[in-house]
Each structure stands twice: as C-alpha cells, then as structure tokens.
C-alpha cells in the first residue's frame, strides 16, 4: 500500500516597505503562492506586512494566521522591509518552523529593477538565528530558476515533524536476541523526535487470534495465493496460520493507532511459536501501509516513519552483509516491501538452521539513486547517518545455513557516492532505511528542525 501524504500546510507572510511600487510587491507575491502551489504546498492563509501599518492592524492579521493549524510560516521578503516588522509577525509563532525566503529583482529592458529583498534577508537571517527560531533561510539567484526545490523540501521537513509528534510505534516484545544496537531511550527519544514507542505482549496477540474470523483468513490466503509466486509452496496450514497472526496484529494496530511496529523476532516468534514472521511483514507492509521493521529495532522504525514521512516511500529496511572495496551487499533474509520489488513478488518455503520452516521473500529489488539512512543516539544527543549511492543488480550469493538448495535473498550492492571506509568508520547499525532518489538534502532539513546532527 503506498503511503498517502496530505500535502505540506503553510501560512504564507509577504512583507515589504510601502515605498515600493504596490503593483509590483501584489505582483511577485501572487507568482510566489502561485509557485508554491503549483509545487504541492497548500495555502492556508495569506497576509501581507508593511512597516506603516498600525500595532492593531497587525495584532489582527496575526490572530487570523493563527487560527490555522500548519505546518510552517513562510516569511516571504518581497523587498526591503525593517527587520522589527518581520519579527513582530515572526515571533507570534516562534514555535514553528519558518522559512525565511528572499525574492528576486526583475530584469527590465535589459535593466535590472529590484526591490531590494536580499537588503532585508541579510538584515534578519543572523537576528532570526540569535532569536533562536527553528528556520531555513533561502535566497533566490537572479537570472536562475526559483529554488522551489529547497522551499518544498523545507515545508515537507515541517510537515514530518508534526507527523512524528503524533506517531505511535507498537511493539512486541523487546530487544530480540539482546541486541544493544535496537535499544533506545524512551524519555529523550520522546524529547527530541516526539515518537510515543508502546509496547505489548505477544500473549494479547496469540489470544486475539482464536476469535479472527474464518472467512477473512480464507480470503487472505487466496489473496496470497493469486498474488505472490512461489518457488516452493507453502502448506496450507502455514499460510492460514500467517493470516490469522497477520488479522490479530491488524487489529492491535488499528485500535492503538499505531504507524510502525516490530515484533520479536527469533526469540520470540520463531522460538515460541515456530512462525518466522516474514510473510506477516509483508501483509501488515503491503496491505494495512504500516512501517515494518524486525527484532524490536525501535530507531530503526523511527528512521522508517521519518523516511516515508518525508517521501512517501515505503521506507524498506536493509541489513549489511558484506563490504566490498567501492561497494556495500545489503539484503534482507526475511522480507521487502512490493514497492520496491523488481517483477513480480516471489517467495519460497525453507528452512534456516535450527529455526524451522518458514515462508521467505526472494524478490528481485529495484535499482538505482538510492539513500541510505539510520537514526541513533549517544545517551540524550541524537544523530542520523545518511549516505547516496547506486543501487545495482547483486552478484551471486547465499547466506551460509539455509536449507539446500539456498535461497536468493532480496539484496543490492550499492555503490557508495563516498568511500566505503568513511561509512563502516560511522556505521550505527545492522539495519539502515532504503528510499529511491537522493533524498538527503529534505533529511537535513529534518534534522535541523529536531536539532540532530547529520554524520
């Protein structure tokens, strides 16, 4: 299931120094809500500042920008204005996100005509920043395209922070196989990011599948059956037994609101069970649209929901198998999204080791611009790892100890856009968040609203 965003909600501020021509500030701030717009960016409301309106005019137009709930407030210099008109509006809502965005002159008969705006930007960016604001300063070039670019990536950033702060991660059970590399800190994690992670036992979850109802498992086993390829087919009994589990943890999820969830994995569903849970992956990923991520990694989820709040991808986890000299193997032994499926979704039924038998994908992953990214933290100090880098077809490989013939595990080598030493040497995990295209230019802008270093 594809994720689906509402659309980045601002507030937009035009300000200018009534000196000006007033055809000309109407002028270019129409084109700059007319630019946004057409970029993605829903309008709210609109006002426009002059340094001769009276204390009440403002007061008022400030009292109607905050009867809307948005993600950011644009401060759109149209020409020079002073600095404490910016600042009486900007600081009534000192607790958003801003932008600070300076228009350009226009070229006339081969002349440039300006309104001075970059006067005023250059007169507000140090003030804003020793005011403490959560803001982004962009400056428009003469003679080149508008950086709309930078505009959208910063308002999706505000947007994904409101999201975060609104979010639930469900999981079921805690630290998996007592791994130190998906634990967190609740408290400060709740600080700076906003997430609330809730936890629940496996036991609700096994008492909740004796009361699914039979027909809907039915029907999700044809659904598997008519959609997924199989190398080597499941018994019916696993696949009914996958839907009950998969129909038991929909009901936890919708009825706790949560976006991501994690499961304990080995020790806990392979162990207790005898049920590798990827096939419940991949249904509660594909069909209900949650984030989906193994072991209890709770930072590897939060990195997940900050992924598809910013893109709209599905935020498919990948671990790290083998370093190569210009390149890193990441795959999964268990599942991937279909989002990020090349060709149709294959699967098999094998074995690893001591842990019995179990459906796994074998998808072929697509390739390309892809980035990489993980959320961790040093005791209340929080950074995010990101790196870009081409995503190609894996060369031939098996993970040591799945049952004969070994399976094709969904993998990519990608080829890092910097040294592959300069990743191991700032590697924080196992698991790293995959989306397509280069996305790190709207992951810093995240960053910098949650005040967590980009390494």
């Known amino acids: 299931m594809k994720a689906k965003l509402e659309p980045p909600t601002i507030v937009l501020a035009g300000f200018a120094e009534s000196n000006y021509p007033e055809d000309l500030i109407q002028r270019k701030f129409s084109e700059a809500r007319e630019l946004l717009e057409k970029n993605g960016i829903r309008i709210l409301h609109q006002e426009l500042f002059n340094e001769v309106m009276k204390e009440e005019e403002i007061a008022r137009a400030c ?9 950011l407030l644009v401060a759109c210099v149209i020409a020079w204005v002073p600095s404490n008109v910016v600042v009486r509006v900007v600081d009534e809502f000192s607790h958003k996100p801003i932008l600070l965005w300076g228009l350009t002159g226009d070229m006339v008969n081969g002349k440039l005509v300006t309104p001075a705006a970059q006067a005023g930007t250059t007169a507000l960016r140090k003030t804003m920043e020793d005011l403490g604001y959560k803001f982004k300063y962009v400056y428009e070039y003469l003679h080149q395209p508008p950086k709309v670019d930078q505009v959208t990536n910063f308002a999706r950033a505000a947007r994904a922070a409101r999201l975060l702060r609104r979010s639930k991660v469900g999981m079921m059970g805690y630290r998996d196989m007592s791994l130190y590399s998906t634990m967190f800190d609740e408290i400060s994690l709740r600080k700076k990011v906003g997430v609330e992670v809730e936890f629940f036992e496996m036991l609700e979850m096994v008492q909740k599948m004796d009361s699914v109802n039979e027909e809907e498992v039915m029907k999700i086993v044809d659904e598997i059956k008519r959609q997924w390829t199989f190398e080597k087919e499941p018994p019916d009994t696993f696949l009914e037994k996958g839907a009950k589990i998969y129909l038991a943890l929909k009901d ?21 069970l005898n049920f590798p849970p990827a096939m419940v992956f991949m249904l509660l990923t594909d069909k209900l649209g949650v984030c989906t991520i193994p072991e209890n990694d709770v930072l590897g989820a939060v990195t997940q929901l900050m992924v598809r709040y910013l893109t709209g991808q599905a935020a498919a986890y990948m671990e790290v198998y083998e370093f190569m ?20 979704v294959k699967a098999t039924f094998t074995a690893f080791g001591h842990l019995g038998g179990g459906i796994i994908n074998v998808s072929k992953v697509k390739t390309g611009k ?8 040093y005791g209340e100090k929080y950074v995010m790892h990101v790196v870009t880098g081409e995503a190609l077809k894996p060369m031939k490989w098996e993970e040591a100890g799945w049952a004969p013939v070994a399976p094709e595990l969904p993998s990519i080598e990608v080829k890092l856009d910097s040294p592959v030493e300069d990743f191991a040497d700032k590697v924080l995990s196992q698991h790293y968040i ?5 996305n790190t230019g709207v992951i810093k802008d995240l960053c910098k609203l949650l005040d967590i270093e980009i390494i």
């Not at 936890?252 to 207790?272: C, F, H, P, T, W």
């Not at 999964?332 to 499926?341: A, F, Q």
């Not at 995959?434 to 280069?438: K, Q, T, V």
């Open 63 to 71: 009292e109607r920008m905050a009867k809307e709930s948005f993600d």
């Open 252 to 272: 936890i999820i919708q009825d706790r609101g949560y976006q991501a969830i994690s499961l304990k994995d080995v020790e806990g569903m392979r162990k207790l």
């Open 325 to 344: 000299k210009d390149r890193v193997l990441f795959g999964t032994c268990d599942y991937v999204p279909s989002e990020i499926v090349d060709g149709p």
């Open 370 to 377: 892809v980035t990489l990214c993980r959320l961790s933290n």
């Open 434 to 438: 995959l989306s397509y295209g280069d």
